[in-house]
């Protein structure tokens, strides 16, 4: 179908419209849902981490009090000389073991330094004194004492748990060691995901526990140095390049800061996950809404085009049907002109005639020329007259007569009127008459006059040397009887063929014909409620289709 540049310029700004009044709030919808989501995503994250890490801290808070707690209560529900007793500390180790693995040996070392009693796994460290050393001025000092990460005299990572008892005016110490590679299973026991990781350090930024990833136990990290803090906090530290979640909070029996690590990439999968998910399923309504967009816009334009079609073809036809009102006035007036004179010269021609009937006027010698100019006088009125009369019954619009007739025996005899002409011009004059053609309710004698103009038409195209083919057929949606008459002459040219049904508009040469003949056909068809239409290619004959309504 083609269309004008206007209507496709209106596609497009429908289309556009359409798309912009949809696809903006569906973008602006998407990025702001897309926005809230991933905000109320991260902060769930750092919300998540944070109560990881302040139960972590709470939990590791109280497996030391509880330690802490278990050696203050054996120390203080019993003096020193019961510890001294062969056997009893080993005793007492066995039923701490029983409720907790996480001791790895107990000993009770006295006030000058020296270790009086031990029971465990390291027998070296027995008679071992520790007068001097850090601990054990701290735990004679302060009552309680945990220390930091430690090789020792064992060469193996651990830290001790001291409590000092004053009996009288002496004082003793009851000192367990513990196990740091069951402390650092329930320091990583809440890691998250696969890049997830959990540490203690102390002030000095010393690795208390051993971490999943990075540097070894009693190592430094690369995470920075933090003076301590109350609460818990949550910050983005890069840790070799990569930018890291990390939970911080230090514990309040030590001075130990416990650091939780995790991993945002990993945690932000199902936000990218459920973002995919969003803009597909708006790429999706996008297209959705495009294919509908072109659609509907399509529909719109076709209806449109279809309405100004239809107007344009109402408009021609009420173009048509003036000119023929205007024409068929004037034919009306100018009949009535030309009549009145072709009476009186008639009536004259024929008292002439009678004039020469008598015998003094017969002996004259031009009485034959005479005779002749009246007989070319009646001639020519007659044609005339008959030229009036038609345009009389144009201007009139005589309704047709309704009789049952058979088309195909009109074309017949229509072909019989011209048959001899157009032999003689050389002109072969074919047919296909549908055999079974239904009979139509209409004139035929108007049907004859309207194929005797169109072939006649068809044979002065031609001129000499060429073929007419007549066909009919019925066809059943609608109802009609189709009539074509098809030449082979020089067909008609595309700018001439809108008019070539108006009045006066003729294609033969002057003098050749009136320009009324396709004219009145037209007027002919449209009273048997018929239709006529040609079609014609420059150079490639022409035909007329005449659509019949059938004898309902």
Same mark, same amino acid.
Not at 1 to 8: K, R
Not at 434 to 441: E, G, K, R, S
């Given at each position: 179908?083609?269309?004008?540049?206007?209507?496709?310029?209106?596609?497009?700004?429908?289309?556009?419209?359409?798309?912009?009044?949809?696809?903006?709030?569906?973008?602006?919808?998407?990025?702001?849902?897309?926005?809230?989501?991933?905000?109320?995503?991260?902060?769930?994250?750092?919300?998540?981490?944070?109560?990881?890490?302040?139960?972590?801290?709470?939990?590791?808070?109280?497996?030391?009090?509880?330690?802490?707690?278990?050696?203050?209560?054996?120390?203080?529900?019993?003096?020193?000389?019961?510890?001294?007793?062969?056997?009893?500390?080993?005793?007492?180790?066995?039923?701490?073991?029983?409720?907790?693995?996480?001791?790895?040996?107990?000993?009770?070392?006295?006030?000058?330094?020296?270790?009086?009693?031990?029971?465990?796994?390291?027998?070296?460290?027995?008679?071992?004194?520790?007068?001097?050393?850090?601990?054990?001025?701290?735990?004679?000092?302060?009552?309680?004492?945990?220390?930091?990460?430690?090789?020792?005299?064992?060469?193996?990572?651990?830290?001790?748990?001291?409590?000092?008892?004053?009996?009288?005016?002496?004082?003793?110490?009851?000192?367990?060691?513990?196990?740091?590679?069951?402390?650092?299973?329930?320091?990583?026991?809440?890691?998250?995901?696969?890049?997830?990781?959990?540490?203690?350090?102390?002030?000095?930024?010393?690795?208390?526990?051993?971490?999943?990833?990075?540097?070894?136990?009693?190592?430094?990290?690369?995470?920075?140095?933090?003076?301590?803090?109350?609460?818990?906090?949550?910050?983005?530290?890069?840790?070799?390049?990569?930018?890291?979640?990390?939970?911080?909070?230090?514990?309040?029996?030590?001075?130990?800061?416990?650091?939780?690590?995790?991993?945002?990439?990993?945690?932000?999968?199902?936000?990218?996950?459920?973002?995919?998910?969003?803009?597909?399923?708006?790429?999706?309504?996008?297209?959705?809404?495009?294919?509908?967009?072109?659609?509907?816009?399509?529909? #719109?334009?076709?209806? +449109?085009?279809?309405?100004?079609?239809?107007? /344009? &073809?109402?408009?021609?036809? !009420?173009? %048509?049907?003036?000119?023929?009102?205007?024409?068929?006035?004037?034919?009306?007036?100018?009949?009535?002109?030309?009549?009145?004179?072709?009476?009186?010269?008639?009536?004259?021609?024929?008292?002439?005639?009678?004039?020469?009937?008598?015998?003094?006027?017969?002996?004259?010698?031009?009485?034959?020329?005479?005779?002749?100019?009246?007989?070319?006088?009646?001639?020519?009125?007659?044609?005339?007259?008959?030229?009036?009369?038609?345009?009389?019954?144009?201007?009139?619009?005589?309704?047709?007569?309704?009789?049952?007739?058979?088309?195909?025996?009109?074309?017949?005899?229509?072909?019989?009127?011209?048959?001899?002409?157009?032999?003689?011009?050389?002109?072969? #004059?074919?047919?296909? +008459?549908?055999?079974?053609?239904?009979?139509? /309710? &209409?004139?035929?004698?108007? !049907?004859? %006059?309207?194929?005797?103009?169109?072939?006649?038409?068809?044979?002065?195209?031609?001129?000499?040397?060429?073929?007419?083919?007549?066909?009919?057929?019925?066809?059943?949606?609608?109802?009609?009887?189709?009539?074509?008459?098809?030449?082979?002459?020089?067909?008609?040219?595309?700018?001439?063929?809108?008019?070539?049904?108006?009045?006066?508009?003729?294609?033969?040469?002057?003098?050749?014909?009136?320009?009324?003949?396709?004219?009145?056909?037209?007027?002919?068809?449209?009273?048997?409620?018929?239709?006529?239409?040609?079609?014609?290619?420059?150079?490639?004959?022409?035909?007329?289709?005449?659509?019949?309504?059938?004898?309902?």
């Amino acid at each position: 179908m083609i269309e004008s540049t206007g209507y496709t310029r209106l596609r497009v700004k429908l289309i556009l419209t359409t798309l912009a009044f949809s696809f903006i709030p569906l973008l602006i919808l998407g990025l702001v849902i897309s926005r809230q989501y991933e905000s109320a995503h991260k902060a769930k994250i750092v919300q998540n981490l944070s109560h990881i890490t302040e139960n972590k801290r709470r939990t590791i808070d109280l497996f030391l009090n509880e330690r802490l707690s278990q050696l203050m209560t054996i120390a203080y529900t019993h003096q020193m000389d019961y510890f001294l007793r062969e056997g009893t500390l080993e005793r007492v180790f066995t039923l701490m073991q029983a409720r907790s693995k996480y001791y790895i040996d107990l000993g009770v070392i006295d006030e000058d330094g020296n270790h009086v009693v031990y029971t465990g796994p390291y027998k070296t460290i027995r008679r071992a004194n520790y007068k001097g050393q850090e601990w054990f001025d701290q735990v004679l000092a302060k009552g309680v004492y945990i220390s930091d990460v430690f090789l020792g005299r064992r060469n193996y990572p651990h830290f001790i748990i001291a409590v000092c008892r004053r009996e009288g005016d002496k004082n003793w110490i009851l000192r367990a060691t513990i196990d740091s590679d069951i402390f650092d299973s329930l320091v990583q026991s809440d890691q998250l995901g696969v890049g997830g990781d959990a540490f203690l350090l102390n002030s000095d930024d010393v690795l208390q526990s051993k971490p999943r990833f990075g540097p070894r136990l009693l190592g430094k990290t690369n995470i920075g140095s933090y003076a301590r803090f109350p609460s818990v906090r949550v910050e983005t530290i890069n840790v070799n390049g990569k930018p890291y979640l990390f939970g911080l909070a230090w514990l309040e029996n030590k001075n130990w800061l416990l650091a939780i690590r995790d991993d945002p990439a990993e945690e932000l999968l199902p936000l990218e996950h459920t973002q995919f998910m969003v803009w597909l399923i708006l790429a999706g309504g996008m297209l959705l809404i495009g294919g509908g967009a072109v659609l509907t816009s399509n529909t #719109i334009l076709s209806q +449109l085009v279809a309405a100004e079609r239809e107007k /344009a &073809s109402l408009n021609l036809s !009420l173009a %048509q049907s003036n000119k023929m009102a205007t024409l068929g006035k004037m034919a009306a007036g100018v009949a009535h002109e030309i009549n009145n004179p072709l009476a009186i010269i008639k009536e004259q021609a024929g008292w002439m005639r009678d004039l020469l009937s008598e015998e003094d006027v017969r002996s004259s010698p031009n009485f034959k020329e005479f005779e002749d100019s009246l007989g070319k006088i009646e001639f020519h009125v007659n044609r005339a007259r008959d030229v009036t009369q038609r345009m009389l019954g144009f201007a009139r619009r005589v309704d047709p007569v309704q009789d049952d007739v058979n088309v195909n025996e009109v074309v017949r005899q229509t072909i019989t009127f011209l048959q001899n002409e157009a032999r003689h011009r050389g002109i072969e #004059i074919t047919t296909n +008459l549908q055999p079974d053609l239904p009979l139509i /309710a &209409s004139d035929a004698g108007q !049907l004859q %006059q309207v194929f005797l103009n169109i072939i006649d038409n068809a044979i002065d195209a031609i001129g000499k040397d060429g073929s007419i083919h007549v066909a009919t057929m019925a066809v059943h949606d609608p109802e009609e009887v189709i009539v074509t008459i098809k030449d082979s002459g020089p067909g008609i040219p595309k700018e001439k063929l809108e008019k070539i049904f108006d009045p006066f508009f003729t294609t033969k040469k002057v003098g050749e014909g009136t320009g009324l003949g396709l004219t009145i056909s037209f007027t002919i068809i449209q009273k048997l409620g018929g239709r006529i239409k040609v079609e014609s290619e420059e150079g490639h004959g022409a035909a007329f289709i005449i659509s019949l309504p059938m004898k309902d």
